[in-house]
């Protein structure tokens, strides 16, 4: 389980003012959280994570927020889990009115930033826009999202209809990141 990271442990933060824009490839950036509103007076944000434990966000020091005008950078200072919300202080956010003001903004990190999966795990990032083909070797679409479901994964597959998938080892046969293909053991006429 990934614990908030101390001030001294954290990778040093990239050369760049907080506020900057994001200059490279926007397909780079892996949405991590949202903004729900602030959280107390003192400039801290309440976010909704979207990593698998909530301190997920707190090894990575350096955000990025969806803002009106693109994306732009910010610092991470302070992290908590609390059992009221989850909540991050950021670089010049000093007030509830600078917080409220990144209501609804998504959060995200560089994919760089996020290092190699474990052996035999894999990102959801990473599976998205996947082919996917049974072991016939019949094409059944792309990866287009996942889904929790209980407690297994479920890719999403789109090609001429939808499928849903089980993410486990009874269904999913390898996963090829540099072929950009995943094989499963789905016949293409399986409803699901």
Do not use: C
């Not at 989850?86 to 609804?104: C, H, I």
């Amino acid at each position: 389980m990934a614990r908030p990271s101390s001030p001294a442990s954290r990778k040093p933060l990239p050369s760049r003012p907080a506020g900057s824009p994001y200059a490279g490839d926007e397909s780079a950036l892996v949405v991590m959280a949202r903004v729900l509103g602030p959280f107390g007076i003192q400039g801290w944000v309440r976010l909704k994570t979207f990593t698998e434990t909530p301190d997920g966000l707190a090894r990575h020091p350096a955000w990025w927020l969806r803002t009106k005008a693109g994306w732009v950078s910010a610092d991470l200072e302070e992290f908590k889990v609390r059992p009221a919300a989850v909540s991050a202080k950021l670089a010049g956010v000093d007030d509830r009115n600078a917080a409220e003001a990144l209501q609804g903004q998504d959060i995200a990190v560089a994919r760089d930033d996020l290092g190699e999966a474990a052996e035999g795990e894999f990102y959801w990032v990473d599976l998205v826009g996947l082919a996917v083909v049974n072991l016939q070797g019949e094409a059944l679409g792309q990866v287009e999202e996942l889904l929790r479901a209980g407690g297994s994964d479920v890719l999403v597959v789109r090609g001429e209809r939808e499928r849903l998938i089980p993410f486990i080892a009874d269904f999913v046969k390898s996963v090829d990141r540099a072929a950009r293909r995943i094989t499963v053991d789905w016949e293409a006429g399986y409803d699901a």
